[in-house]
T-cell receptor
Framework: GESVGLHLPTLSVQEGDNSIINCAYS??????FIWYKQESGKGPQFIID?????DKRQGQRVTVLLNKTVKHLSLQIAATQPGDSAVYFC????????????FGTGTRLQVFP | EAQVTQNPRYLITVTGKKLTVTCSQN?????MSWYRQDPGLGLRQIYY???????DKGDVPEGYKVSRKEKRNFPLILESPSPNQTSLYFC???????????????FGPGTRLTVT
């Protein structure tokens, strides 16, 4: 499959445990944030998004937390499964141009049995 | 099936030889976008389009052109490719732009471009 990145920060978790992937975003005025998952050889896949007027949003087995004070975004995955193994990216929209999207460099999640 | 398609999937070319990577979506999405992905740098937006005939630069537009003559198509054009444009390219589309509410962005399968 295609390589999505070398020397990425890696989070290793045991199957069934909860995972927390963190992201520090750059612009305090960004108002829209997204998490994507990218499996080897595939394009990124939308997981969940959140607007800046919210602190928390939940999806199926995933929760995104937004802390605007410290410009921090996190993705929590409950009961992590082997199929969750992938690279996870956070993205924020631009400040001066709110229709741009700026991606982080990604975190690799490895799930072991 | 709702999808974003890109062609070609793999391309090896030489410096200076013009090329086009096509992108098509069948979901009637307004917002389309091109990204390049390089090791250690994540995804960087090249160009995006809010609708037909409306395009704008992303973070790394130099050396690229785009057009949006029809809603479903958003080709990426490299007029004179150079080796530093060797990368993995993704096209994506979503119903709305980030400022309009965003919503789920669908990505194509990627195009691996090598410029020698």
């Amino acid at each position: 499959g295609e390589s999505v990145g070398l020397h990425l920060p890696t989070l290793s978790v045991q199957e069934g445990d909860n995972s927390i992937i963190n992201c520090a975003y750059s612009n305090s005025a960004s108002d829209y944030f997204i998490w994507y998952k990218q499996e080897s050889g595939k394009g990124p896949q939308f997981i969940i998004d959140i607007r800046s007027n919210m602190d928390k949003r939940q999806g199926q087995r995933v929760t995104v937390l937004l802390n605007k004070t410290v410009k921090h975004l996190s993705l929590q995955i409950a009961a992590t499964q082997p199929g969750d193994s992938a690279v996870y990216f956070c993205a924020e929209n631009g400040v001066y141009n709110t229709d741009k999207l700026i991606f982080g460099t990604g975190t690799r999640l490895q799930v072991f049995p | 099936e709702a999808q974003v398609t890109q062609n070609p999937r793999y391309l090896i070319t030489v410096t200076g030889k013009k090329l086009t990577v096509t992108c098509s979506q069948n979901m009637n999405h307004e917002y389309m976008s091109w990204y390049r992905q390089d090791p250690g740098l994540g995804l960087r937006q090249i160009y995006y389009s809010m609708n037909v005939e409306v395009t704008d630069k992303g973070d790394v537009p130099e050396g690229y052109k785009v057009s949006r003559k029809e809603k479903r198509n958003f080709p990426l054009i490299l007029e004179s490719p150079s080796p530093n444009q060797t990368s993995l390219y993704f096209c994506a589309s979503s119903p709305l732009s980030p400022s309009q509410g965003g919503n789920e962005q669908y990505f194509g399968p990627g195009t691996r471009l090598t410029v020698t």
